[in-house]
């Protein structure tokens, strides 16, 4: 089955590197506080029943409507090969700069790691999403990041997420985790660190 993709369009301005299967639509919006900002998580899936870490696109919102964060755990495009570090992090510098071109001008870039991303397809079973994640620090003190997939496709897009040194964890909450959430509303555990505390 080929599946149709659909860029974002944020602030009326097209994100070619944002994209999401045509058949996603918004099933849930709420509004959340991240980093003592109030902000608008909106979820995206096929169908309109939630299930926690079946396929589904997370959107994090700011006040000022800037995205925070993204993350698209579908395999909308999972062909060709993960692209190499180098591309990766030329990938990740485009998206931030086509987001918001003035923050991105003050990342500066720290590191790239092959990681993966989960999720649960119709029959329970696993789905294993190979990542470039390309970690940037900010001068606010943040860290922010861009996972790039096969194909240079995008699975992940987050800014502005702080650090708890003391505890070893990160402290901005993770609205766009589904484990998290879990463990914020009291139906799953505490993920381990570097997690944040829910």
């Known amino acids: 089955m080929i599946t149709m993709l ?7 301005i ?3 590197n944002l994209i999401l299967p045509d058949e996603f639509k918004k099933v849930a919006s709420d509004t959340r506080t991240r980093n003592d900002e109030p902000v608008l998580v909106e979820r995206y899936q096929r169908d309109t029943d939630v299930q926690p870490n079946h396929e589904h696109a997370v959107l994090v919102w700011g006040e000022d409507h800037r995205l925070l ?4 755990f ?7 090969k993960l692209p190499s570090k180098r ?3 030329k990938i990740a510098l485009a998206t931030m700069t086509a987001l918001d071109d003035q923050y991105a001008s003050e990342l500066s870039y720290m590191r790239t790691d092959l990681l993966t991303r989960a999720y649960l397809d119709d029959n329970d079973q696993l789905v294993t999403i190979p990542i470039q994640w390309v970690k940037f620090a900010h001068p606010n003190g943040s860290y922010n990041w861009v996972s790039v997939g096969a194909g240079g496709q995008v699975i992940e ?3 502005e997420s702080y650090w708890d040194y003391f505890l070893s964890r990160r402290s901005t909450e993770e609205w766009n985790y589904d484990n998290w959430v879990l463990a914020y509303e009291g139906k799953g555990p505490q993920p381990a660190a570097p997690e944040a505390l829910a």
């Open 6 to 12: 659909k860029a974002l369009s944020i602030n009326g």
């Open 14 to 16: 097209t994100q070619p």
């Open 69 to 72: 964060s993204f993350n698209n």
């Open 74 to 80: 579908s395999l909308a495009d999972d062909s060709g």
């Open 87 to 89: 591309q990766a992090a």
């Open 157 to 159: 897009m987050e800014r």
